[in-house]
């Protein structure tokens, strides 16, 4: 065979240069960013609106006066018509779009018969022992109240009906789990309830989430008083896409058996309702979340799949476009996930368009160009993490990963040209490509006395490729963990620290799962026969997913939770990020400073929690707001930590809501405490308990305090993490008595000796009394008579601050503890508007009675309260 043509020394070397040091001018992303700080003021700067069009027509006028010259007066005075129109819009939007208060005088938990119709199909969920819930969202036609007319209301309501389980009673019929479609028309009796945040800070907001989505009104009802009428009621291209959506479900569920079906309904189509939060929580720990929701990386995937598919098909490159952006269209529109779809596939479009224009290099002015337009279309989407989220990780990879590549391996590509032609010309090449050319034809000539020379220039090629794909799939994953580290701290409370091993493995497979998983459901509908091979090859790249998801988020290392940055952190996190945009096309030392700036940023926030916000010398006490429920949060005088409690659910019902994760850390994050030294347990009733493993495992508490152990599942599982994760278990006994941080703490309940039940009682409640100085607080969990009279008899306590036992109820607060302790003030935690009716009428009647000034949860979300060793003083409900 004839050798492959060799040279010693590449002739007559290229002197252009490597890499396009100047930045490309991005006028829309600049538009964008004028826009949105414009969208900012006028959110935190109010000003009639008159003064913002006069100022707006002024800069605009301007601007065009000096258009012409294209100088630094015109650009900014033009950007400063941008951000004008902003905050004009957002003032204009935000008086447009108030609350819709047409349900409210009905919200009263009384029964009413309400009519409407389905907007939002039924999901069926867990509800309490043998329930079923269903959640769907309802339009109301009209409303019927006790000795009324129709009166005509049109306004959104997320209607749960519950209904019992056909196991748990035999003679169930059909209709109790007969889910509600889109349009159907309802009559039922129903209980409608205002939504309400938890008034905590750090809280997710809710009701604003709820009214962006039309709804106002919560509302439950039993599936036996739910009637349907005939007719229908809604729009019928939506009804279209319901039907379609619904039956490719239901073809999910048919070709994969239901592990596997819930996850390709959440990966591909974006149906969610069957996957469950331990699930979630894995995915979320390993840094790999996006993979289990459809996101912008799924319209990617189809994009690419969809363009180099129809080019192979010789389709022209508009044409292929054209069918492209169709494809990425119709998949948002069929995966019901909203916003951030449609929003990757607008950028999608944009970007596809400026190919067409010969604009490849524009990808950050398209996107300036898309965060513009969807501004434009609703400035309110500038302030949800979601928005956020997506447009920096576009942003991040165009102005950050995209340079480096082009500086690295996109060079080492260049190498490969023309890999097969005989005639190595060098000539056209910079230096370090030529000669990395030449070592891989050095290397090809070497294999060729074993393969020949036509397979070892393929071998040298894909092997070469292979490799490169791998180095850009490391890079891009690696920048991507370091920018998103900033908003992943911010709003997630999460340090992805092994998020780059795990995307680097999961989002390859991810390719094979998208394509293999979409073409198994259409050929399903046809054969499904013919949908076996690509169903085994989703099969196994999802098993390869979930598989890697689990291992990596099973470390200890996954699952590290941060505070909220502080102010500094966040601006020096911000500009380490600004300043590794600005560098990546630079010079090498300048942009490797950006790359080092950015990754000690990413490291800080992980690494170097921020300053707790509490006072020194005080002895702090929170009652934090949980709904029905106990969580305090003790703050010692040298700063040490103590959380008795975490709410939860009553009666252990299922719930979507982990209180611990979803209501307690987050104040506690949002205080910058990112451990805890102590964690007391008051009694095994689960809406003290029920948030407890989540802050067991985001706070990892020194000790865990608990008093009497009845027979309890839920209590020996919490014992069980405890001991898995380090925690050391401490049993505290009626007689107890140390110090913590400055403060005294005597245990006055339970004794030794005391007998247990069968289950959990209010009467096992652990009471604590906490002093500092000539003050303390007394801390009764839902400790009953028999128990407050005991303490009154043998301790004789006094405090000047009381936890009211039972959430207010008659069980407790007897005039026995009270003239033992006699409080000055005393906090109720207790859901608002709760079905218990508490706090009861004559427990307030004799606090009142006993010149007790009283809080409540329910009314002052959290309060905080001080004491300094002289007096307690209340703060501002809600605030450190």
Known sequence: MPPLPLIAKPPALSTKPEFQLRPTRQPMLWAALSYSLGIIAGVHAWRPASWWVAAGVAFLAAGLFFVRRRNLLSVTLALGGFFLAGALHIQLRGSTNALDTSLEPFADGQPVEMTGHVIREGKFREGTPNEIRQTLDVETEEIITENSKPIPVHSGVRLGIYSTRPEAVPQATEATTTPFHYGERLRLRVKLKLPRNFRNPGAFDYQGYLTANGISTLGSAKAEDVELLPGFAGNRLELFRTRIHSSIIAKVHELWPPPQAALIDAMVIGEEAFIDRDTRVDFQRSGTYHILVVSGMNVTILAFVAFWTLRRLRLGDVPATLLTIFFCVAYAFLTEVGAPVWRATLMCAIYLGTRLLYRDRAMVNALGAAALGLLVFDPRQLFTASFQMTFLCVLIVAAIGLPLIERTSRLCRQALTHWDASNNDYSSLP??????????????????????????????????????????????????????????????????????????????????????????????????????????????????????????????????????????????????????????????????????????????????????????????????????????????????????????????????????????????????????????????????????????????????????????????????????????????????????????????????????????????????????????????????????????????????????????????????????????????????????????????????????????????????????????????????
């Not at 989703?538 to 997913?545: E, K």
């Open 431 to 880: 230096p370090r490509v030529a000669q990395f050319r030449l070592d891989l034809r050095l290397l090809a000539q070497q294999l060729a006395r074993f393969i020949g020379n036509p397979w070892s220039l393929r071998l040298v090629r894909t092997v070469t490729i292979i490799f490169l794909a791998a180095f850009e799939l490391l890079l891009v994953s690696a920048v991507m963990q370091m920018g998103l580290a900033l908003p992943m701290a911010y709003y997630f409370h999460r340090a992805t620290t092994i998020g780059l091993p795990a995307n680097v493995a999961v989002v390859p497979l991810t390719q094979l799962l998208m394509p293999a998983a979409i073409l198994t459901i259409a050929l399903g509908y046809v054969s499904p026969l013919l949908a076996k091979l690509p169903a085994l090859l989703t099969t196994f790249a999802l098993q390869a997913i979930t598989g890697t998801v689990h291992g990596l988020g099973g470390l200890r290392l996954a699952d590290l939770r941060v505070a909220t940055p502080s102010l500094v952190m966040t601006a020096a996190a911000s500009a380490a990020l600004i300043l590794a945009m600005l560098c990546a096309r630079r010079r090498a030392p300048l942009a490797l400073a950006g790359m080092i700036a950015l990754l000690l940023a990413s490291l800080a926030l992980a690494f170097l929690p921020p300053k707790p916000k509490t006072r020194a010398g005080l002895l702090e006490l929170t009652s934090i707001d949980v709904g029905e429920g106990d969580a305090i949060l003790l703050v010692t005088p040298q700063g040490r930590t103590l959380l008795i409690d975490a709410g939860g659910p009553i009666w252990g019902a299922g719930s979507q809501l982990d209180f611990g994760e979803d209501v307690v850390a987050p104040y506690l994050w949002t205080r910058g405490i990112s451990r805890l030294d102590a964690v007391a347990i008051s009694h095994g009733h689960s809406d003290h308990i029920g948030g407890l493993p989540a802050i067991l495992k985001d706070f990892r508490p020194k000790e865990l305090w608990i008093g009497l152990l009845p027979p309890s599942r839920a209590l020996e599982n919490i014992i069980a993490e405890a001991n898995t994760l380090g925690i050391k278990v401490v049993r505290h006994w009626e007689g107890d008595e140390f110090e913590l941080g400055g403060a005294k703490v005597d245990v006055l309940f339970p004794p030794q000796n005391w007998p247990t039940g069968m289950e959990p009682t209010n009467n096992d409640s652990m009471v604590l009394q906490v002093s500092y100085g000539a003050t303390s607080v007394l801390l009764e969990g839902d400790a009953e008579k028999a128990v407050e009279r005991r303490i009154a008899t043998l301790h004789h306590p006094h405090a000047d601050l009381l936890k009211v036992g039972h959430h207010g109820s008659a069980t407790s607060t007897t005039p026995e503890i009270l003239q033992s302790v006699k409080p000055s003030l005393a906090v109720i935690s207790v859901g608002f508007r709760n079905s218990f009716g508490l706090p009861k009428a004559d427990v307030l009647e004799r606090l009142q009675n006993s010149g007790v000034r009283v809080y409540r949860t329910d009314v002052n979300g959290a309060v905080t309260f001080y004491l300094d060793g002289h007096s307690v003083t209340p703060a501002q409900p809600g605030l450190p």
